[in-house]
T-cell receptor
Framework: DAKTTQPPSMDCAEGRAANLPCNHSTISGNEYVYWYRQIHSQGPQYIIHGLKNNETNEMASLIITEDRKSSTLILPHATLRDTAVYYCIVSSRAQKLVFGQGTRLTINP | NAGVTQTPKFQVLKTGQSMTLQCAQDMNHEYMSWYRQDPGMGLRLIHYSVGAGITDQGEVPNGYNVSRSTTEDFPLRLLSAAPSQTSVYFC?????????????FGSGTRLTVV
């Protein structure tokens, strides 16, 4: 599975859009991009996933570049409860996800 | 609908002891996985299963056994606990088949081996 690169930490003001980047330059054609988050020491929470089209759900939007070498997770109106570690994962097999270090997102009041 | 239930929530073991971490899901999910998370680190996949009777190794399988006799349950066995196995263990489940779906995680078991 392709390796991902994320910034170790980011800050965002409450109420603003939080844009979390992920680089996956070695992604192959059958690999999906998944995003999860982990709030404090809780179990990770699934956010969204996509193959090549942009995706949106009630939590977030996922923007994947045309060459699929990078993606951005967008939290449109960040709240304090969105403070968490966000993991970008690339995998061709839904049953075998490998987590990296993620991005620690801090939402500031 | 309880989701993914892990028991116990906390456990202290002595080196060399064995124990089983329990994981049950009530969503009729085919896929189930076990992860461990050491302090300040990301999650590492221990074992996973794509259905009853089918299991496979993840990144860090040594020292752990699994079996999947039913769709609902996926226990993780520590054969002879070592201090290096002190960690938080998460179980997760997902729909299977050809599609890609998100995993639902349990709340974790915090294990200390002394």
């Amino acid at each position: 599975d392709a390796k991902t690169t994320q910034p170790p930490s980011m800050d965002c003001a409450e109420g603003r859009a939080a844009n979390l980047p992920c680089n996956h330059s070695t992604i192959s054609g059958n690999e999906y991009v998944y995003w999860y988050r982990q709030i404090h020491s809780q179990g990770p929470q699934y956010i969204i996933h996509g193959l090549k089209n942009n995706e949106t759900n009630e939590m977030a939007s996922l923007i994947i570049t045309e060459d699929r070498k990078s993606s951005t997770l967008i939290l449109p109106h960040a709240t304090l409860r969105d403070t968490a570690v966000y993991y970008c994962i690339v995998s061709s097999r839904a049953q075998k996800l490998v987590f990296g270090q993620g991005t620690r997102l801090t939402i500031n009041p | 609908n309880a989701g993914v239930t892990q028991t116990p929530k906390f456990q202290v073991l002595k080196t060399g002891q064995s124990m089983t971490l329990q994981c049950a899901q009530d969503m009729n999910h085919e896929y189930m996985s076990w992860y461990r998370q050491d302090p300040g680190m990301g999650l590492r996949l221990i074992h996973y299963s794509v259905g009853a009777g089918i299991t496979d190794q993840g990144e860090v399988p040594n020292g752990y056994n699994v079996s999947r006799s039913t769709t609902e349950d996926f226990p993780l066995r520590l054969l002879s606990a070592a201090p290096s196995q002190t960690s938080v263990y998460f179980c997760a489940s997902s729909r299977g088949g050809e599609g890609h779906y998100g995993y639902t995680f349990g709340s974790g078991t915090r294990l200390t081996v002394v």
